[in-house]
């Protein structure tokens, strides 16, 4: 069983408002009390705001290779990246922030945490929760309780969550930029012109066959992962499970409902910000 659109309405609606905001430099109505998050992901840098009601307000991004495997690997990039994103921000908005929320992924070490904190502090605002990756996708979802896994470029996350903490977590590196490999090898392309394919929706129908395996590979991931843990659903987020046989591929594998919202590569960066217990954005 799969399905793509069964998060409640509100946090639909958010994850898709949230999604033309950023696409479009848009800025929406509020009524003050607002909130930042950072996310420094491996293909972009994301900023989200919202309001002291969920609801989102603002967001910028700028496609980057500034973390590689949960590491920042270019800290004058990424200082830049998200100095640049906040200065546009700030003039669309208005307002100065100087305090933010950041996510990292789940598992790494208290200095790796660190790097990121100072990216941030260096940039401006101090950072005032650090928050896992998969707690942010949660709270943007409106789950406490679950399964969340997350298809970024580099990595495949696996997150099993309890009361909104993350109990269980495996990161292995098979991911988007995996997909693009295979695209290049299987049609004699550059890294580049394959994945200016992968993106193009006109040449899915192309795309999709060639990924399938990466995709299985990571449910397998997932299959591994969760063998024996008592999910009944699984949430699936992140840029690159977009792909419309995404959700069937895991389902597949994991022999349980698979979840995938709209816009998957906007919902751990909207949920950063987000405080958890609020009503469903509306």
Do not use: Q
């Not at 305090?99 to 945490?113: E, K, T």
């Not at 990595?155 to 290049?184: C, P, Q, W």
């Not at 929706?201 to 969760?226: E, F, H, N, W």
Request: hydrophobic share 40%; charged share 25%.
């Amino acid at each position: 069983m799969t399905t793509d659109t069964t998060a409640p309405s509100g946090r639909e609606r958010a994850i898709a408002r949230f999604a033309e905001l950023v696409r479009t430099g848009e800025v929406e109505e509020h009524g003050g009390g607002l909130r930042l998050g950072i996310d420094l992901g491996t293909a972009n840098v994301v900023v989200s705001v919202v309001d002291a009601a969920n609801r989102p307000v603002a967001g910028g991004w700028v496609h980057s290779s500034v973390v590689r495997d949960g590491v920042v690997v270019d800290w004058a990039g990424a200082t830049g990246a998200v100095r640049g994103l906040l200065a546009d921000l700030e003039s669309r908005l208005g307002h100065r922030f100087d305090r933010a929320s950041v996510a990292v992924p789940p598992g790494i070490g208290a200095g790796d945490v660190r790097v990121f904190e100072n990216v941030v502090s260096a940039a401006g605002p101090e950072p005032d929760e650090i928050v896992d990756e998969p707690v942010a996708a949660a709270r943007a979802l409106g789950v406490t309780d679950g399964c969340v896994i997350d298809i970024g470029h580099g990595t495949t996350g696996v997150s099993v969550l309890e009361g909104g903490r993350v109990r269980l977590s495996v990161d292995e590196a098979t991911g988007g930029h995996h997909m693009t490999l295979v695209l290049a090898g299987a049609h004699g392309l550059s890294y580049e012109e394959a994945e200016a394919m992968k993106k193009d929706p006109r040449r899915r129908d192309g795309v999709l066959g060639v990924i399938r395996p990466t995709l299985d590979k990571m449910a397998s991931i997932a299959d591994r992962v969760l063998a024996g843990v008592d999910v009944p659903v699984v949430h699936l987020v992140g840029g690159s499970s977009s792909f419309s046989n995404a959700p069937e591929v895991f389902a597949a594998r994991l022999h349980r409902p698979v979840v995938r919202p709209i816009e998957p590569l906007f919902v751990t960066p909207l949920g950063i910000p987000m405080t958890a217990g609020e009503e469903d954005p509306s």
